[in-house]
């Protein structure tokens, strides 16, 4: 069949219908590295501007970092550019092997294998582990990536409401009849900022007799006394079966992810997850250069210190300034507008006053909970902050939502 | 409201709100955002167990499942083996 008249003619129209619902993503082209400053053209054609970023996943500020960069480089010359296969034939260098244990050190972890990316990981680890005597009980906000796995895999599927350790409770009772329970959820979701109570689950799981699954992309290296992630952070170190992380956040933001933990569970993924199988290998200069990005992060706490610090005082001032806060225990800090169109035009305007930070709405949060997500990075400065500060509330000001209730601003704005 | 119509609307409250949301058997569940297609899992497993019927996978639409009313009408089609 050839890409005749009418096919196109509905994809067109597939197209004209997202933008008119207001789904059609626009890129922004950005003029710099990853930073806190960055020049960004948007519209697609103008000149860019400078602006300070309050939306990237560049938690530690590694993504730039010099040493980051060095390491980069002296990687480069050392192993090349690229392998050309996939791990299982001629893809694994020392280095690869390298990275999984210590990556296994630093999650505190048994092993892991390297996937090109956290979605990857997600995608296949399910598949390889579990069959149709199984149930995989999930968080109901769990990250696409996970839900994509779990639609690749033929055992059960059931969710418990967010967060809600009762509605859990009855879902591990329901399904005692099966082979493996498997608990399934983000460390940190990332819309909300907040952390899945692993202490609970991990207690649910022991008297249900259940295995854990954790997607802590948002978390590894900087949440935690140690910047472990969301294990630590509740002090499960250990009891988590599986822990699924990216490379493309905190650990510097280039690329990769990986699925760490249960030895067996690891050997498995390497027999026969379908994304490991048939994908090329992580790029020598990527696993190096994590490599020393976990060095860096086992040397010291600054950056983790900093990012603690910068999110405390960002808080804190859209708090006074009379915004609304999802309650988060993140470096993610949602501010809460409920209405899609005012997120978008407050984004907007942001933009205008040299702030970059993303409205989300439906279908990317639930309707009626539009929002400005900020994501904080060690790499800001104070003054960033403060000059992010006076942008917020100057908009803020023009819409005239400071200090006004929920019940109040969906009055003036609707849902 | 018929017996079948409560007793799914029982469940979808049970399984898929907060205690502050309330819906009628026409609310629209998932082309309105309150519950995913993901979640709606759970609710098959439900009633075809409640019912003793198999929902087929082609008939488990979200469109089919956007209302307890339309719920209540693919059960009552399956039991009556249309
Ligand atoms: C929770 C979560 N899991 C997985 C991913 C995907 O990670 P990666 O970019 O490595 O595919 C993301 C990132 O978008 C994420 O937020």
Redesign the interface.
């Known amino acids: 069949m050839a890409y005749n008249e009418a096919i196109k003619k509905a994809y067109q129209e597939e197209l004209a219908s997202l933008r008119a619902a207001g789904l059609y993503k626009e890129e922004r082209y950005i003029h710099t590295p990853q930073a806190a400053e960055i020049e960004v053209e948007f519209p697609a054609g103008t000149s860019p501007r400078k602006v300070i970023n309050f939306c990237s996943n560049n938690y530690l500020g590694l993504s730039s970092h010099p040493e980051v960069i060095k390491a980069a480089h002296e990687a480069l010359d050392r192993w090349g550019f690229g392998m050309s296969s996939v791990r299982f034939i001629c893809g694994t260098q020392d280095i690869h092997r390298e990275l999984e244990r210590r990556v296994s050190e630093f999650l505190g972890t048994e092993d892991t294998i390297l996937f090109s990316s956290c979605m990857d990981a997600n995608a296949g680890v399910f598949e390889a582990i579990l069959g149709e005597q199984d149930v995989m009980i999930a968080d109901?906000l769990v990250h696409a990536s996970i839900?994509d796995g779990m639609r690749l895999c033929k055992a059960?599927?059931?969710?418990y409401?967010h967060a809600n350790m009762e509605h859990l409770e009855e879902k591990l009772q329901e399904h005692q009849d099966k082979r493996i329970r498997m608990i399934i959820t983000d460390g940190v979701f990332s819309m909300d900022g907040d952390t899945a109570r692993l202490d609970e689950i991990v207690r649910l799981a022991e008297k249900y007799d259940a295995m854990v699954f954790i997607d802590d992309s948002h978390a590894t290296g900087y949440l935690g006394p140690t910047g472990r992630g969301t294990h630590e952070l509740y002090g499960v170190m250990g009891k988590i079966d599986i822990i699924t992380t990216t490379f493309g956040k905190a650990l510097g933001g280039a690329s990769g992810g990986c699925v760490s933990g249960r030895k067996e569970i690891v050997e498995l993924c390497r027999q026969k997850a379908r994304p490991y199988l048939f994908s090329n290998t992580l790029s020598p200069v990527i696993v190096a250069t994590t490599i020393k990005v976990i060095e860096l992060l086992s040397q010291t706490a600054d950056r983790r210190e900093k990012l603690l610090e910068n999110t405390a005082y960002w808080k804190k001032g859209l708090q006074e300034a009379g915004f609304i806060l999802k309650e988060s225990d993140t470096a993610i800090v949602p501010i809460m507008l409920y209405n899609a169109k005012l997120a978008q035009d407050f984004s907007r305007d942001l933009f205008e006053e040299g702030i970059y930070a993303i409205g989300f709405f439906?279908?990317v949060v639930?309707?009626g909970q539009a929002r400005i997500r900020t994501q904080i990075s060690a790499a800001h400065e104070r003054e960033h902050l403060d000059r992010g500060l006076e942008a917020f509330i100057k908009v803020g000001k023009k819409y005239n939502i400071l200090g006004k209730t929920k019940e109040e601003i969906i009055e003036m704005y609707g849902l | 409201m018929d017996e079948m119509q409560k007793t799914i609307l029982d469940y979808v409250k049970r399984e898929?709100l907060?205690e502050d949301q309330e819906i009628t058997p026409d609310t629209p569940l998932i082309s309105?955002?309150?519950v995913?297609s993901?979640?709606m899992?759970?609710l098959k497993?439900f009633l075809e167990k409640k019912y003793n019927i198999v929902i087929p996978d082609d008939r488990a639409t979200p469109q089919a499942f956007d209302t307890v009313n339309k719920i209540c009408e693919l059960v009552r089609a399956i039991q009556e083996g249309r």
């Open positions: 109901r839900i059960q599927q059931d969710s409401k439906f279908p639930p309707k | 898929y907060e309105s955002g309150i995913d993901f979640s899992v759970s497993r």
